[in-house]
Each structure stands twice: as C-alpha cells, then as structure tokens.
C-alpha cells in the first residue's frame, strides 16, 4: 500500500485534522441531534462496509468523531482519503 504522510491527507481534505502522536487523519461532526448523528453513522457503516475499510469512531448525542488510519499499513494510505471524502460527501 502506498502511504501518504497525514499532512498530504488533510492537504487534500482540509476539512480534516492530523491526529498528533499517531499516523492518522481526523473529522468530528456537530449535528442537530443524536437522531441525525446516528443517521449519519448509518451512511457511513455502509461506505465503510462497502469499501472493507472501517473508521475508529465514537458518538456523543449529537456529534460523531472519525479517525482514519490504514492499520494493517501502519498509516494513512488511499484508502483513508477514499473514504474520507467519501464521508465528506455524504454531508
């Protein structure tokens, strides 16, 4: 897999943050409730599953917290910022 350095990642995804102290990329999300955040999680499980490329996230009420790294690579690859802007079209 080829990697990308997270700052090349969040270059391309400016709407996403580079986590510090770890090889990865991360988005939170605000939405009006937990009704609509848990919609949105939903939307992302099926690109998720359909990419086999799965998110480390959590869920407060009404936000949702994404970080993307490619584990089995040791860091960030296409595959995050795949589905990263594919999560990001979703909104």
């Known amino acids: 897999m080829n990697m990308i350095t997270p700052e ?11 986590v510090a102290g770890q090889p990865a990329i991360r988005r939170q ?9 848990f919609g949105f999680m939903t939307r992302v499980a099926i690109l998720a599953e359909k990419a086999d490329h799965h ?8 936000r949702v ?15 995050d ?3 990263a802007a594919a999560i990001d079209a979703l909104l």
């Open 29 to 37: 999300f605000t939405f009006a409730n937990f009704n609509a955040a």
């Open 65 to 79: 917290e994404i970080t993307l790294t490619t584990h089995d690579a040791g860091g960030v690859t296409a595959k």
């Open 81 to 83: 910022t795949a589905l």
């Open 55 to 62: 998110p480390e996230w959590s869920n407060v009420y009404n």
């Open 8 to 18: 090349d990642a969040v270059a391309e995804l400016p709407a996403w943050q580079v």
